[in-house]
T-cell receptor, first 111, second 112 residues
Framework: KNEVEQSPQNLTAQEGEFITINCSYSVGISALHWLQQHPGGGIVSLFM???GKKKHGRLIATINIQEKHSSLHITASHPRDSAVYIC?????????????FGTGTRLTIIP | DGGITQSPKYLFRKEGQNVTLSCEQNLNHDAMYWYRQDPGQGLRLIYYSQIVNDFQKGDIAEGYSVSREKKESFPLTVTSAQKNPTAFYLC???????????FGQGTRLTVV
């Protein structure tokens, strides 16, 4: 079983729909990242959070440390949101510098 | 503008040849990382460096080598010993532990 699991693997929605992507992890973490990868391959960091909730524009990320679960929400989705969204966790072990990545959720927003 | 630059974006090499991928950052970050991405898999850590002149193996270091002679630069060499080198390679950097990671645009390496 992977240490970081994302669901769904693929998601297709109509423009304007509210989108939720989920991430569950099985290790103790000090922080969780949500990343966006566009077709060209470059990755952009959307959020880094260790508790609660963060919001940036139409994007909202939440994390529940007790349940080892995080969600990424997109409100009023737009075709330009089409990308692969990746969850990554930073282990909480002392000296652990490694990010562990999920396999990503491919989001397609249809006009 | 600060950021991470990877070059080239696409690279083709013949089997048996070593090839070096460039990663440069002007963010003054201490830590730098190399990841490999294969279809259907999460990014996997190849090597990382937390400080100049020091680096550690990641989860899939076999067949790769790195150097960290300057804070800004962390080149990755894919050697002929790497059995399946064709992949997408991403470089990242962070200021330190528990800080946000910044990624480059990646290099797609194809070995023929």
């Amino acid at each position: 079983k992977n240490e970081v699991e994302q669901s769904p693997q693929n998601l297709t929605a109509q423009e304007g729909e509210f989108i939720t992507i989920n991430c569950s992890y099985s290790v103790g973490i000090s922080a969780l990242h949500w990343l966006q990868q566009h077709p060209g391959g470059g990755i952009v960091s959307l959020f880094m959070l260790s508790s609660g909730k963060k919001k940036h524009g139409r994007l909202i990320a939440t994390i529940n440390i007790q349940e080892k679960h995080s969600s990424l929400h997109i409100t009023a989705s737009h075709p330009r949101d089409s990308a692969v969204y990746i969850c990554a966790v930073l282990g909480s072990n002392f000296g652990n510098e490694k990010l562990t990545f999920g396999t990503g959720t491919r989001l397609t927003i249809i006009p | 503008d600060g950021g991470i630059t990877q070059s080239p974006k696409y690279l083709f090499r013949k089997e048996g040849q070593n090839v070096t991928l460039s990663c440069e950052q002007n963010l003054n970050h201490d830590a730098m990382y190399w990841y490999r991405q294969d279809p259907g898999q999460g990014l996997r850590l190849i090597y990382y460096s937390q400080i100049v002149n020091d680096f550690q193996k990641g989860d899939i270091a076999e067949g790769y080598s790195v150097s960290r002679e300057k804070k800004e630069s962390f080149p990755l060499t894919v050697t002929s010993a790497q059995k399946n080198p064709t992949a997408f390679y991403l470089c990242a950097s962070r200021r330190g532990a528990d800080t946000e990671a910044f990624f480059g645009q990646g290099t797609r390496l194809t070995v023929v």
